[in-house]
């Protein structure tokens, strides 16, 4: 089994800045990937940024060139950096895991924190 654990959500005004941590343990062999996914109420929940082990990364175009996801190999511990919030962003956002690779689709992914709620004020 495999476990993740947010931090850094919050309220922030638009325009600022918010970092999402999510550290993974348990059996993290199984972890090939590593992704957010954010959901906003009566919303579906929506691909935002995925890093593969390998370092590679992948943006939804609604999130590219303001948010940017790292990882950190030896810690098990991928972040999100969002900047120039907009209130769109606000959403409770949710870490997740994959033993097989970068999906865009929620339900191909194995392993879910419990969410983090980000809120963003005009």
């Known amino acids: 089994q495999v476990q993740l654990v947010e931090s850094g959500g919050g309220l922030v005004q638009a325009g600022g800045s918010l970092r999402l941590s999510c550290a993974a343990s348990?059996?993290?062999?199984?972890?090939?990937?590593m992704g957010w996914f954010r959901q906003a109420p009566g919303k579906e929940r929506e691909f935002v940024a995925a890093i593969s082990w390998s370092g590679g990364t992948y943006y939804a175009d609604s999130v590219k060139g303001r948010f940017i996801i790292s990882g950190d190999n030896a810690k098990n511990t991928v972040y999100l950096q969002m900047k120039s919030l907009k209130p769109e962003d606000t959403a409770d956002y949710y870490c997740a895991a994959s033993p097989r690779g970068v999906y865009y689709t929620w339900s191909s992914w194995d392993y879910w924190g419990q969410g983090t709620q980000v809120t963003v004020s005009s």
């Open positions: 348990g059996r993290t062999f199984r972890i090939s990937a």
